[in-house]
């Protein structure tokens, strides 16, 4: 059935701008399944506090009328910039992926929100059109600033970040009207606008984004990444070896995002589920000096209340927090650290990036399940880390011990010989706590170090 009716934080040699604390954020880790309403209704839905009473129907895709200024749906507007052109977002809007022998059916975005219960309408502006489709002067940028003027959630599709803010920001990293529009909502005091994005979309909403490369290469590489300029969109990885070197496929690269996750703040997507990125995060945080780390898994999303200053966890899977304010940085050939603080969160919990606190509603864990400890042979293989720390808080044990062997490719550049294996160690002591019920952990400050 249809429903009608400025700050400056300057840090480790960069000066970024703090966007206005003025409302939601939701950040998805990517690789979600179109059938989780926790993450789509009860997270994204809810936070824009509009027609909160209406169940969608998860088999519909007419849940909501199209008419922005009657339908009582949430109204999103749906960004996909981060596809390679017009033509590639727009199908990627409009039409769903079918379904073959080894993949459910993908919906369509258009699609997708309707079964969520959203009135969606698409943003048309991509790096193939940007200069029309984002300009304040043509008919086309003035339709979609409307509907940013209009919108309840705006919602950045996965894809390529770099082209997300080729097609937002001007060549010296301004506004251009578009984003403009969309930072001018957000600024209005009342946080009456939710921004989302998945993926490319959830890096591009910090105030400078990482991307590219993988954890060992950016502990090899010594938290060294190359800073790119917006112009530099293309090439959004660390070139300073060339394009075809081992440095530009496994370390990475850092450019002005859109700045609307607050500066402490430095989130990163499909945080274990397809790979281990700790090693990457915790790398990017010391580029930037940046304190906190959000690590998103897939099919996963934390909503960011600037106003409350928390992150809730809504979804699937996992949200990994990465607290560098006590970490001392080691002498070495590559990237070692000692004391940073991870913690470990799973739907419906809670964390504050104020006082740094988790909640959850799970038993605090009494007498261990394992008598063992858990040592990973791949610590950055996928659900590794995930799986040492939550053994961590349900062992006799203290530590378990994670291995990241030299990776080698069947072709591409190698690493030297002789390269390390990095290892880290997670550690229980007095300030670590485990939570667990219905098949899920929670992990409160584990100690890890890397060496």
């Given amino acids: 059935m249809k429903k009608c009716l400025g700050a400056v934080l300057c840090a480790a040699g960069l000066c970024l701008s703090m966007p206005a604390l003025a409302g939601k954020l939701f950040l998805s880790g990517g690789g979600y399944d179109d059938a989780n309403t926790d993450l789509f209704v009860t997270g994204l839905r809810k936070a824009t506090g509009r027609d909160s009473g209406f169940t969608p129907n998860i088999n519909s895709t007419s849940n909501c009328g199209t008419n922005w200024a009657t339908t009582a749906c949430p109204r999103i507007a749906v960004i996909t910039a981060a596809k ?42 991509h790096v193939d059109n940007y200069a029309v489709h984002a300009s304040s002067s043509t008919p086309e940028g003035q339709a979609n600033i409307a509907l940013i003027q209009q919108a309840d959630a705006v919602w950045f599709v996965g894809g390529d970040q770099a082209k997300i803010i080729r097609s937002f920001l001007t060549d010296s990293g301004a506004d251009n009207a578009l984003a403009a529009a969309l930072r001018a909502r957000w600024n209005n005091g009342s946080g009456n606008i939710v921004i989302a994005g998945d993926s490319a979309g959830n890096h591009a909403l910090n105030v400078r984004m990482h991307a590219a490369g993988v954890s060992y290469g950016y502990l090899y590489f010594g938290a060294n990444l190359q800073d790119k300029a917006v112009t530099d969109w293309q090439t959004l990885g660390d070139t300073r070896d060339g394009t075809g070197a081992l440095r530009y496929l496994e370390n990475g690269a850092t450019m002005k995002g859109l700045g609307f996750l607050p500066a402490g703040l430095l989130s990163d997507t499909h945080f274990d589920s397809r790979s281990g990125r700790l090693g990457r995060l915790a790398a990017a945080l010391r580029h930037m000096g940046v304190q906190q780390g959000l690590g998103v898994d897939e099919n996963t999303g934390a909503l960011v209340d600037t106003a409350a200053q928390t992150a809730t966890v809504y979804g699937a899977n996992r949200l990994l927090i990465v607290d560098t304010a006590n970490a001392s940085v080691q002498v070495g050939t590559y990237y070692k650290v000692n004391g940073l603080r991870v913690s470990l969160l799973t739907p419906g919990d809670r964390y504050s990036y104020a006082s740094k606190a988790v909640s959850s509603s799970k038993s605090a864990i009494g007498t261990p399940y394992y008598s063992s400890y858990y040592d990973s042979a791949n610590i950055f293989a996928a659900l590794e880390t995930s799986k040492s720390l939550t053994r961590l808080v349900d062992q006799t044990p203290t530590s378990n011990i ?26 229980r002591d007095a300030s670590t706590r485990g939570y667990y019920s219905g098949g899920r952990y929670t992990v409160d400050k584990a100690r890890v170090d890397i060496y």
């Fill in 402 to 427: 994670g291995s990241a062997p030299v990776p080698v490719y069947s072709s591409g550049p190698q690493y030297p010989s002789g390269s390390p294996v990095i290892r880290l160690r997670f550690t």
């Fill in 84 to 125: 390679d052109s017009y033509t590639t977002g727009l199908d990627a809007f409009q039409n769903d992926i079918p379904a073959t022998s080894t993949s459910p059916l993908k919906r369509g975005y258009y699609n997708l929100f309707q079964t969520h219960g959203f009135s969606p309408k698409h943003i048309t502006a």
